[in-house]
């Protein structure tokens, strides 16, 4: 299994980036594809999730800014992200699993930074 995230950088505040993540090794239509980030000293946490439907789940804290899409022909998912703030830096991991409750797969991340 493989989870190639990209797209991460610095940006001001009020900026957009987008992230990608590139899947393999797996039955990519079949997964729960989220992204999650992480600051030093805290928890990973969710930040948005698509499932094999379409169905997409969102952090409160990123609701109407961040889009989360997946495209099953290409085994990708990205992350739009806009009106993006100092304290969205953090690093982005790319995430798959088969349901809600596992843990599923992780992929390196990559680092995202919000300049005030």
């Known amino acids: 299994v493989q989870l190639q995230a990209s797209g991460g950088g610095l940006v001001q505040a009020g900026g957009s980036l987008r992230l990608s993540c590139a899947a393999s090794?797996?039955?990519?239509?079949?997964?729960?594809m989220g992204w999650y980030r992480q600051v030093p000293g805290n928890q990973r946490e969710l930040v948005a999730s698509?499932?094999?439907?379409?169905?997409?789940k969102y952090a409160d804290f990123v609701k109407g800014r961040f889009t989360v899409s997946r495209d099953n022909a290409k085994d990708t998912v990205d992350l739009q992200m806009s009106s993006l703030r100092p304290e969205d830096t953090a690093v982005y991991y790319c995430?798959?699993?088969?349901?809600?409750?596992?843990?599923?797969?992780w992929g390196k991340g990559t680092l995202v930074t919000v300049s005030s």
């Open positions: 995430n798959a699993k088969r349901f809600e409750h596992y843990t599923g797969y």
């Open positions: 090794g797996f039955n990519f239509n079949t997964y729960i």
């Open positions: 698509v499932a094999s439907s379409g169905r997409t």
